[in-house]
C-alpha cells in the first residue's frame, strides 16, 4: 500500500482530499503546517508528498528544494491556487514531479497519484507494509528504517512482517512459534525470544515499539 502525505494549511481542502485518497486505500498522512510537514516528510518515508506551496512557518517551495537537498526521492506534487508559469518552473527546477492549480478534481489528483506512483514502480496494492518509521518491501524482503536499509535473516523479516500484520496483538510464544516455525518445529521454544531479541536490536535497542507481554509472549503497539 502506498503511503502519502498531504501538507496543506487549508483544513477543508486537506480534509477533502484524504477522504477521498482513503477511499482508494492509500495510507495517508497529513500536516497543516509547513515545518511539521517538513518534519513528518524528512523523517518517515513516503510513496507521494503532496505539497502546497502557501504554508504558514515554512513555505513548500523551501520545502522541496530542502527534502531533495536531503535526498528525499519521494514523488513530490504541488498544489496551489497560484495558476502562474514563474511558481511553475520554480517548483520543476527545485526538483518537484507534477504540479495541479486548485481547484482540482478527485479524479485529476488520483489519476497523477497513480500516473506517479507508476513511474517509481510502486504498485498499490500490501505488498509493502508500513509501522512508524519503517518500510517492508514484502516481495524483495528489504526493510528500510526512515531512509537506512535493515538488514534481517529471513526468519527475522518474516516474524516483523507477521508482528505488522497483528499490530495491537498480544501473540504467544506458541502462536509466534507454529507459524513462522511449522508446528513440526521440536527445536528449542526460546527461539522466539532469540529473534524478538534481533529485532529489538536492530530496529529499536530500547524495545519501546515491541512489548513483552509477561505470561503470554509479544506485542506489537
Known sequence: MARILIIEDELSIQKMIEYDLKQLNYEIDSALDGFEGYKKASSTLYDVILLDIMLPNMNGLDICKKLRQEGNE??????????????????????ADDYVTKPFSPREL????????????VSKNDDTLYYNNLKVVQSSYQVFNGNEKVELTLKEFELLVYLIINKGKALSRDQLLNKLWGFSYDGDS?????????LRDKLDP?????????????ILI
Open 110 to 121: 488520483a489519476a497523477r497519484i497513480k500516473a506517479g506512483l507508476r513511474r517509481k514502480g
Open 74 to 95: 519521494a514523488y513530490i506534487i504541488m498544489l496551489t491556487a497560484m495558476d502562474d508559469e514563474y511558481n511553475k518552473i520554480k517548483g520543476f527546477e527545485i526538483g
Open 206 to 218: 530500547k524495545a519501546e515499539f515491541l512489548k513483552t507481554v509477561r505470561g503470554i509472549g509479544y
Open 190 to 198: 526460546r527461539v522466539v525470544d532469540v529473534h524478538i531479541f534481533k
